[in-house]
């Protein structure tokens, strides 16, 4: 079935980084994608969103490009901040639902 | 305006008590959706509401989860006979579409611990 794929483990970094998320989906038709931030003790906030093929998505300094030949959503951001730390999920819209992936943990260190 | 508020914030049941919990969505949308959220995962899907019809509640993990919506409003998930593995963040969600194709938008969510 549909299905998002996000690369393992917390990320760490330094200030003033670049940071890069990867995510891939399985798509049988022509979804809309996005990612959700969660900061600390707060819910899901909606970071970006893409609604067709080649959009690309941008908020904050994060970007990320839906490439369906590749079918990947990566999020970059070129210089992270400390307030940036949070977790990092990819989604995919489905009639009825969202799909989630299992999210990334960024940690970025002054 | 006001986004999607849940109560409680917290909740901790005993293993076999039953439980209710509230979420109320962004005023005029139509679609409302809940998740679960277990502890470093992602949130999967448990239910969608359309107005006050339940369109599809496949993600519901037993006959212990029920969702009501009965004025195309506020909704309710209920849990009965609650289990330690029904511990989670319970999310809610609300988007002015129906089938939610448009963003959804979250509530902070419900911790129930069940001990």
């Known amino acids: 079935g549909d299905s998002v794929t996000q690369m393992e483990g917390p990320v760490t970094l330094s200030e003033e980084a670049f940071l890069t998320i990867n995510c891939t989906y399985t798509?049988?038709?022509?979804?809309?994608l996005f990612w959700y931030v969660q900061y600390p003790g707060e819910g899901l906030q909606l970071l970006l969103k893409?609604?067709?093929?080649?959009d690309k998505g941008s908020n904050k300094g994060f970007e990320a490009t839906y490439r369906k030949e590749t079918t990947s959503f990566h999020l970059e951001k070129g210089s992270v901040q400390v307030s940036d730390s949070a977790v990092y999920f990819c989604?995919?819209?489905?009639?009825?639902?969202?799909?989630f992936g299992k999210g990334n943990q960024v940690v970025v260190i002054p | 305006g006001a986004g999607v508020s849940q109560s409680p914030r917290y909740k901790v049941a005993k293993r076999g008590q039953d439980v209710a919990l509230r979420c109320d969505p962004i005023?005029?949308?139509?679609?409302l959706f809940w998740y679960q959220q277990a502890l470093g995962q992602g949130p999967e899907f448990l239910t969608y509401?359309?107005?006050?019809?339940?369109?599809?509640k496949s993600g519901l993990p037993s006959d212990r989860f029920f969702a009501e919506r009965p004025e195309g409003s506020v909704s309710t998930l209920k849990i009965q006979r609650t289990q330690q593995e029904d511990s989670a963040v319970y999310l809610c969600?609300?988007?002015?579409?129906?089938?939610?194709?448009?963003?959804?938008?979250f509530g902070p969510g419900t911790r129930l611990t069940v001990l």
């Open positions: 798509a049988t038709g022509y979804p809309s």
């Open positions: 509401f359309q107005n006050e019809a339940q369109l599809d």
């Open positions: 969600a609300s988007s002015l579409r129906r089938e939610g194709r448009d963003t959804q938008y």
């Open positions: 893409a609604t067709k093929a080649d």
């Open positions: 005023s005029g949308h139509v679609s």
């Open positions: 989604a995919l819209s489905l009639p009825g639902r969202l799909a």
